[in-house]
């Protein structure tokens, strides 16, 4: 047998946006970056890269992904509005300084890799790069610190 259902009067009702599908707007926080992937390189290497997952990132308006470098500090930006989250890895207080005009960033399938250019350093064996233990130091006294006492991996 069947059953007649009754359903509410549609009338005076308007259509209502769906939760999931907001869109990132610029009032919205922005979620910190906490997992990433960094590879400080060599000793005498000229870079450091560090590697973010974020989901379906390369579907993204290229305005979306932004990185600004400072020559001690980076801070990358993704407005994924596909997610309708901001995302936002910001590091000050890198071990030592960059460059920041040779500083990269590209956008690959579900991950962004930045790319630091160590600055180059009269290393008393010629001009070269020092080497990265971490890729902040604990505060600003610790920042750029002196070639004694850091592994180089030359013998």
Request: charged residues 25%; glycine residues 6%; aromatic residues 6%.
């Amino acid at each position: 047998a069947r059953s007649k259902i009754d359903f509410p009067s549609m009338t005076g009702s308007s259509p209502k946006p769906l939760e999931c599908l907001q869109i990132a707007e610029g009032n919205e926080p922005w979620q910190p970056i906490s997992l990433f992937a960094v590879d400080l390189g060599e000793a005498n290497s000229s870079n450091v890269t560090i590697d973010v997952r974020i989901e379906a990132v390369e579907r993204l308006p290229q305005e979306a992904v932004t990185c600004q470098f400072r020559h001690d500090a980076f801070d990358l930006k993704i407005v994924h509005e596909l997610e309708g989250i901001r995302y936002r890895l910001l590091r000050s207080r890198l071990l030592r300084d960059i460059v920041p005009e040779r500083c990269t960033f590209s956008v690959k399938r579900n991950h962004v890799v930045v790319t630091l250019a160590k600055r180059a350093t009269e290393t008393g064996r010629g001009t070269g790069h020092l080497p990265w233990t971490a890729l902040c130091a604990e505060d600003s006294k610790s920042r750029n610190p002196p070639l004694e006492g850091c592994w180089t991996g030359k013998t």
